[in-house]
């Protein structure tokens, strides 16, 4: 490898992660930060929508009571005959003969200058403007000046009135405006305010620590789970229990599909070696008696090809009985009639001197769930044993075998050939490795017993009858529904 540059940083690792140091976040805590930030939230949008409604209602109700002084003025309101306003002396609020009192009363007239309540002596007040006959206007908080000099604020309600024609004088317009210092209005909402947060946090600190609780309940299936996988680590379990969550079913029932099938699979890798070296065990003898009794060169050689001829065929043998047994989970799905039909194909070549014809009824929906070359051997081998003893017709059979829920749909299998069969007595023994229905027929006597230990791999079912449809002998294979 190459030195880095002087003076330079050495590049990185080719794929190592930039972000090694990293680790996401647990589960608990993801879901508790997202459960956290949606809470404050929601606390944050309701509170300013109970601010906004509360702020608006103390509004309202503040114009509602400008409103009804501005009524009882207007009852009291009265002009002379020459036109001059007469200044009502009853006041509905004790505040409005106080000056400065932070309540105050206004009439304006046009040309002249408005007349105030006592309570308007001192403070400088804005501006107020002759409204139309019955507009009304609110407003605020428009700022005043208290009659110390301070800065102060006040919301102003204001509607418009005329008085009516006489002989002497024309329609007097007038308008009447309530004002009210927004001190009041502004400790209500501070107090409204400071109550609502501090009732939300506690409501918020109460949900956060009843939340930490649902949470730690809920996720306690997977710390179950968790602590049943270190379990079956250590050795001190051979599997996980049943006794789970719906939503977990699934999960704990690969792991325990996947500790069985590594268990057979080492168990058939165990068993594979042992029948190999038992089946060496003999001609390897053999050789070593030829040798130790000094046979003729000329003998010997011929007794070592033979022997290692069948050596051969035993490794090849066992090599063939391994790939063939066993199949890898979650596999994708395989559609049959196609391979159906490259096998047939062949098995026609092979017999065409019998002339077997082979017919399909295989529902498009079907599908097999595992390895294709388990598959090719399943089929391959029924379909060729059917061939062998069929006098002239052969019947593949495929539909959609039983369900279940989150699982895969199983599969129905089933071949009719029109031979004579095979009797109920002997089906046990045709299944066996190594015999034959007929030691006439050439054969090894281990394609149905390969076929078996295909459909035991599978948790499938083999059943051999009597063919309804063609009259000789039905294999019919049922195959579970898969992970």
Same mark, same amino acid.
């Given at each position: 490898?190459?030195?880095?540059?002087?003076?330079?940083?050495?590049?990185?690792?080719?794929?190592?992660?930039?972000?090694?140091?990293?680790?996401?976040?647990?589960?608990?805590?993801?879901?508790?930060?997202?459960?956290?930030?949606?809470?404050?939230?929601?606390?944050?949008?309701?509170?300013?929508?109970?601010?906004?409604?509360?702020?608006?209602?103390?509004?309202?109700?503040?114009?509602?009571?400008?409103?009804?002084?501005?009524?009882?003025?207007?009852?009291?309101?009265?002009?002379?005959?020459?036109?001059?306003?007469?200044?009502?002396?009853?006041?509905?609020?004790?505040?409005?003969?106080?000056?400065?009192?932070?309540?105050?009363?206004?009439?304006?007239?046009?040309?002249?200058?408005?007349?105030?309540?006592?309570?308007?002596?001192?403070?400088?007040?804005?501006?107020?403007?002759?409204?139309?006959?019955?507009?009304?206007?609110?407003?605020?908080?428009?700022?005043?000046?208290?009659?110390?000099?301070?800065?102060?604020?006040?919301?102003?309600?204001?509607?418009?009135?005329?008085?009516?024609?006489?002989?002497?004088?024309?329609?007097?317009?007038?308008?009447?405006?309530?004002?009210?210092?927004?001190?009041?209005?502004?400790?209500?909402?501070?107090?409204?305010?400071?109550?609502?947060?501090?009732?939300?946090?506690?409501?918020?600190?109460?949900?956060?620590?009843?939340?930490?609780?649902?949470?730690?309940?809920?996720?306690?299936?997977?710390?179950?789970?968790?602590?049943?996988?270190?379990?079956?680590?250590?050795?001190?379990?051979?599997?996980?229990?049943?006794?789970?969550?719906?939503?977990?079913?699934?999960?704990?029932?690969?792991?325990?599909?996947?500790?069985?099938?590594?268990?057979?699979?080492?168990?058939?890798?165990?068993?594979?070696?042992?029948?190999?070296?038992?089946?060496?065990?003999?001609?390897?003898?053999?050789?070593?008696?030829?040798?130790?009794?000094?046979?003729?060169?000329?003998?010997?050689?011929?007794?070592?090809?033979?022997?290692?001829?069948?050596?051969?065929?035993?490794?090849?043998?066992?090599?063939?009985?391994?790939?063939?047994?066993?199949?890898?989970?979650?596999?994708?799905?395989?559609?049959?009639?196609?391979?159906?039909?490259?096998?047939?194909?062949?098995?026609?070549?092979?017999?065409?001197?019998?002339?077997?014809?082979?017919?399909?009824?295989?529902?498009?929906?079907?599908?097999?769930?595992?390895?294709? $070359?388990? *598959? @090719?051997?399943?089929?391959?081998?029924? +379909?060729?044993? !059917?061939?062998?003893?069929? #006098?002239?017709?052969?019947? /593949?059979?495929?539909?959609?075998?039983?369900?279940?829920?989150?699982?895969?749909?199983?599969?129905?299998?089933?071949?009719?050939?029109?031979?004579?069969?095979?009797?109920?007595?002997?089906?046990?023994?045709?299944?066996?490795?190594?015999?034959?229905?007929?030691?006439?027929?050439?054969?090894?006597?281990?394609?149905?017993?390969?076929?078996?230990?295909?459909?035991?791999?599978?948790? $499938?079912? *083999? @059943?051999?009858?009597?063919?309804?449809? +063609?009259?000789? !002998?039905?294999?019919?294979? #049922?195959?579970?529904?898969? /992970?």
């Amino acid at each position: 490898m190459p030195a880095p540059p002087s003076g330079g940083t050495p590049p990185a690792p080719v794929g190592r992660d930039r972000f090694d140091g990293w680790r996401p976040r647990s589960l608990r805590a993801r879901q508790l930060l997202a459960a956290s930030l949606a809470l404050l939230a929601f606390l944050a949008l309701a509170g300013w929508a109970l601010d906004r409604a509360f702020v608006d209602t103390a509004q309202d109700n503040l114009r509602q009571r400008l409103k009804s002084y501005a009524l009882y003025y207007t009852d009291k309101v009265e002009f002379g005959r020459n036109g001059t306003l007469i200044p009502p002396y009853n006041t509905p609020d004790p505040r409005f003969d106080m000056p400065d009192s932070g309540m105050y009363a206004q009439v304006v007239l046009q040309g002249t200058a408005p007349w105030g309540s006592n309570s308007t002596l001192g403070p400088e007040l804005p501006t107020p403007q002759l409204l139309g006959a019955l507009d009304e206007s609110f407003e605020g908080p428009l700022p005043i000046r208290r009659a110390d000099g301070t800065e102060s604020e006040a919301y102003r309600y204001g509607v418009g009135y005329a008085w009516p024609a006489t002989h002497q004088h024309g329609e007097i317009p007038y308008s009447i405006y309530i004002l009210e210092d927004a001190q009041a209005l502004s400790a209500q909402i501070r107090v409204f305010r400071g109550s609502l947060w501090v009732y939300l946090g506690g409501a918020g600190v109460i949900l956060l620590l009843l939340q930490m609780l649902v949470l730690r309940w809920s996720l306690r299936p997977l710390r179950r789970v968790i602590f049943e996988l270190s379990r079956v680590q250590r050795g001190e379990a051979s599997g996980m229990t049943e006794s789970h969550p719906r939503e977990l079913e699934p999960l704990t029932d690969s792991i325990n599909a996947f500790i069985e099938s590594e268990r057979e699979n080492l168990e058939r890798q165990r068993n594979t070696l042992a029948d190999l070296a038992h089946s060496l065990k003999t001609p390897i003898a053999v050789l070593r008696t030829q040798m130790d009794n000094n046979a003729d060169p000329a003998a010997l050689r011929d007794e070592l090809d033979v022997q290692l001829k069948r050596m051969n065929n035993l490794v090849s043998y066992q090599l063939a009985r391994a790939a063939s047994s066993g199949h890898k989970l979650f596999s994708a799905p395989v559609p049959l009639e196609p391979h159906a039909e490259e096998i047939v194909r062949g098995l026609e070549k092979v017999y065409a001197v019998k002339g077997v014809i082979c017919e399909f009824e295989i529902d498009p929906r079907a599908r097999f769930h595992g390895e294709t $070359g388990d *598959l @090719q051997e399943l089929m391959g081998n029924l +379909l060729e044993n !059917a061939f062998k003893w069929a #006098r002239s017709r052969v019947l /593949l059979t495929v539909k959609v075998g039983a369900t279940a829920p989150q699982r895969r749909p199983g599969l129905f299998l089933a071949v009719d050939d029109d031979g004579p069969g095979i009797a109920e007595d002997d089906v046990a023994k045709v299944l066996q490795r190594g015999v034959r229905g007929d030691e006439r027929v050439q054969g090894h006597g281990i394609g149905l017993s390969i076929v078996q230990d295909l459909i035991r791999d599978y948790r $499938g079912e *083999l @059943q051999v009858s009597r063919s309804e449809e +063609l009259g000789g !002998a039905r294999f019919e294979v #049922r195959l579970p529904p898969g /992970l």
